[in-house]
């Protein structure tokens, strides 16, 4: 643990900037490769097991087909002035030096492709626009560099013409996939929903036990009977939740937030075997057929059980999914309550309950806490809450304010669309790419150095299961306890007074020390 | 010949110009947009999206937040250039309109602040490593091309004159089909040589940036998929399996 200065707003004046930009170190990252998927993984969601024969001429076609098929993707191609605005903007390029993880760098590794085959000045005068002939090094350097990409779009927030390099690599991923060089993390999880309904490939059976085991967990700590329901019929409410709030921590500490949250307001409520996965890595791939396999499920355990609402629980990129493209994919949702936002976040949830003083808290009961935000990319930058732009950014903060007394925001440029990102989003939270991880975490981890010095800060919240379990395994590396990030519906937890609840301290809601206000 | 040279060139580029850029908007219009996809904070109405798009054209809004230098020398050259532009409507308008009469200073002073800005710009792509990195020849040659418009013309203006009334003659000439004849200046034949390059260039080059960033879903889309589906490509595309998965 780095020892914390209490308010000594001097104490990081000596800690590295977050966004401090690194020499060039060309090739620094060109052996990071993610492990390839095995012919049943890529099989299990329709793509060739092995490199095919023709990959060339196919991989073109389908570069050929995306560019026709997103005016995006096309547009993103063509716009590109290398102007230099996003270079220093990727978290991968900050904690790595490695020139290909500029985005325009990255872009540039598929656009040379692209301007070689279907642009004049490409097809004609290569040499003088940097196009290049697809080829097996062209393969290799998109294996290695697509796959250091976390889909977080900061780099978008700053180009002037939007580019958005989660798109590309979201294309180059397909086009990858389409003659069989896949990844095995995200193949291999995306088959698992496709055949079991969530990513670890828990089955019923043992997802029942579990939640079986954190209801008796929660009659210990609280003396009440708080349910974990699955499947059931007729339930108003239908909770989609990433499957690392059953397993992982502190993931699962945030599920039992979101149940004393439901059981205070007497919901009823319900899990669901069949869509018992928030996340949808098809996204990650690109595969818009895997993304709605896999949205279709969500929409189906709705209707199965007869639901009136659909609420999704802390993650981002799911929250991408489910906001932005749930609709479009599988909707209309015209059989659910029209009075709800439909999906609606878990924070839009508690934060209207809180709006409404419908809960009641004592912040006390987190002040071992000196607590920051880390705003998820995928939230932050691809999607909303409530009614106005900017509310993902808001709810969450409100929330938190309402059950901590000490909150304290990280340096403004790291942070709402600024927001940097864990470095284990877009499919890259796997074992064999720790190094990168490591490297991508670096930026918001001298974020967090900096609020620690400055302000004591001993914890940091998120909303995201990705976000969750990166910090857990990279916080330690940079002198923090694996236990130092936390789930915002677990500090709910912690506060909220149930009705009836046994109080194992003395401090009656009244004489909470919330009355002090909120600082940072 | 030189006049029958430079008026068939100009034909021929501005053609080019017009057809080429006409043919990648239509192409840009007509490619779906499959799901939504604006960087958010994103506005939740069309006028929000409206605003949005007019301060990104118009102040560089994205490019201010990521680097300040790239912000100020582009934002000199592309407003210096529409000051530019402006001023040389008297070559082609008969009689001149009286606020362009008025604003010819302002015009020159986008000469200059034209020129200047391409060089800020150059410079940081020769000395800063990672713009160096991502540079290639046709970038520089780009700004060079711009260069040496901007340098040419402001040459014309301040040292080799040439004749402005032959050449408006030349200019109003080609509207109307009726050939006059154009100075036979080297540094005016330089000038016009390379607005024609740059015209045939634009619809083939990074230059469609002009158009892109008006088609692009980071910044054209409402943020409102909830509230509205959106499903702008489902009817557009008929891929089989589409509908199939559609339920």
Known sequence: ?520 | MITAIFALLFYFAAAFLIAGLGLRVWQYAKTPAPLKIPTTPAPVTRTGVVLRMAREVTLFESLFKANKWIWLFGWVFHFALVLVLLRHLRYFTDPVWGWVVWMQPLGLYGGFAMVAGLLGLWLRRVVVARIRYISAPSDHLMLALIVAIGASGLLMRYVARTDIVALKAFFLGLFAFDWQPLPADPVLLVHLGLVAVLMIVFPISKLLHAPGVFFSPGRNQVDNPREKRYQAHWAAKPAAGRAKAGR
């Not at chain 1, 290695?144 to 978008?156: A, E, I, P, T």
């Not at chain 1, 991923?173 to 990513?199: F, L, S, W």
């Not at chain 1, 609402?309 to 479009?328: D, K, L, Q, V």
């Not at chain 1, 046994?502 to 401090?507: L, Q, T």
């Open chain 1, 1 to 520: 643990m780095v020892e914390l200065a209490i308010r000594n707003s001097n104490a990081s004046q000596d800690l590295p900037d977050p966004l401090e930009i690194p020499d060039l170190a060309p090739g620094a990252m060109a052996a990071s490769k993610p492990f390839p998927a095995s012919p049943d993984h890529q099989a299990a969601i329709g793509f060739p097991g092995e490199l095919v024969d023709d990959w060339k001429e196919r991989a073109i076609d389908k570069l050929g087909e995306l560019v026709a098929g997103s005016r995006g993707l096309r547009v993103y191609l063509d716009s590109c002035v290398k102007c230099g605005a996003c270079t220093d903007k990727c978290h991968y390029f900050l904690g790595s030096g490695d020139p290909n993880n500029m985005p325009v760098a990255r872009q540039d590794l598929l656009r040379k492709v692209y301007r070689r085959y279907f642009t004049f000045a490409g097809k004609y005068f290569p040499w003088l626009v940097g196009a290049q002939e697809l080829s097996e090094e062209v393969l290799d350097e998109w294996y290695s560099y697509f796959h250091q990409c976390s889909q977080c779009r900061r780099c978008s927030v700053y180009c002037p013409y939007g580019i958005d390099t989660a798109e590309v690599s979201m294309a180059a991923r397909e086009i990858m996939d389409t003659v069989g060089k896949g990844q095995k993390y995200c193949n291999e999880i995306i088959g698992k929903v496709h055949k079991i309904g969530n990513n670890l490939g828990l089955q019923e059976k043992a997802l029942k036990a579990t939640l079986e085991d954190l209801e008796d967990d929660l009659e210990e700590e609280t003396g009440l009977e708080i349910k974990l329901p699955v499947d059931v019929r007729g339930a108003d409410i239908l909770l989609v939740t990433p499957s690392a709030d059953f397993f992982a921590e502190p993931h699962i500490d945030g599920l039992l937030g979101y149940a004393k949250v439901f059981h205070q307001m007497g919901e009823s409520w319900t899990l669901s075997s069949h869509a018992s996965e928030a996340a949808n890595f098809g996204m990650f791939i690109g595969s818009e057929e895997n993304m709605r396999k896999m949205a279709m499920r969500v929409r189906k355990a709705a209707e199965d059980l007869g639901v009136r609402r659909i609420i999704f629980g802390e993650c981002g990129h799911a929250w991408r999914a489910a906001y932005s493209f749930m609709n479009t994919l599988v909707g209309p949702f015209d059989f659910l309550d029209q009075n709800y936002p439909i999906p609606q976040h878990i924070c839009e949830y508690t934060h209207d309950l809180i709006e409404k003083g419908a809960l009641t808290f004592d912040k006390s009961r987190n002040d071992h806490i000196r607590l920051t935000f880390h705003d998820s990319c995928n939230v932050a930058r691809a999607s909303r809450m409530g009614d106005r732009p900017g509310g993902q950014f808001e709810y969450p903060r409100a929330i938190l304010r309402a059950v901590c007394n000490h909150f304290y925001d990280m340096p403004a440029d790291t942070i709402r669309e600024a927001t940097v990102c864990c470095g284990g989003g877009g499919g890259l939270l796997t074992d064999e790419l720790m190094d990168l991880r490591k490297k991508g975490a670096q930026p918001r981890m001298r974020a967090l150095q900096h609020v620690a010095a400055e302000h004591g800060v001993t914890h940091m919240a998120a909303i995201c299961a990705i976000c969750k379990t990166q910090f857990a395994k990279v916080m330690p590396e940079y002198g923090f306890e694996m236990d130092a990030i936390v789930s915002i519906h677990q500090l709910v937890g912690n506060a909220i007074i149930l009705d009836g609840q046994i109080m194992d301290d003395d401090a009656a809601p009244d004489d909470a020390p919330g009355a002090g206000g909120d600082e940072g």
